[in-house]
């Protein structure tokens, strides 16, 4: 009597577009750097932005940033404060 085999996992089929479930720490995360990412466009440093979400340790702040936004926090803010500055211009130009 032979065992016909176990089908094997299909390796070929692309992974699932459906967002992997998180943990409550990792959401956490999450909703503490897009509050920081919303508040550097302001004139805040980023010092102060990562102790108002929570963070105790700047190099902290940074390398989870970083691994968010693919950005430093610094060069986001340059960016997302120069992306505001037109946008403002044209607000008062008519």
Do not use: C, H, W
């Not at 956490?28 to 990562?50: F, H, M």
Request: aromatic share 6%.
């Amino acid at each position: 009597m032979s065992r016909e085999p176990l089908p094997s996992a299909d390796r070929s089929r692309k992974p699932s577009s459906r967002p992997r479930p998180r943990s409550p720490v990792q959401f956490q995360k999450r909703v503490r750097l897009q509050e920081a990412r919303r508040v550097l466009s302001g004139a805040n440093t980023i010092s102060a932005v990562a102790y108002d979400v929570g963070y105790e340790s700047i190099s902290q702040f940074n390398r989870d940033y970083r691994r968010l936004f693919n950005l430093t926090p610094s060069d986001d803010a340059a960016n997302l404060r120069a992306t505001l500055k037109p946008e403002a211009g044209r607000s008062t130009q008519q």
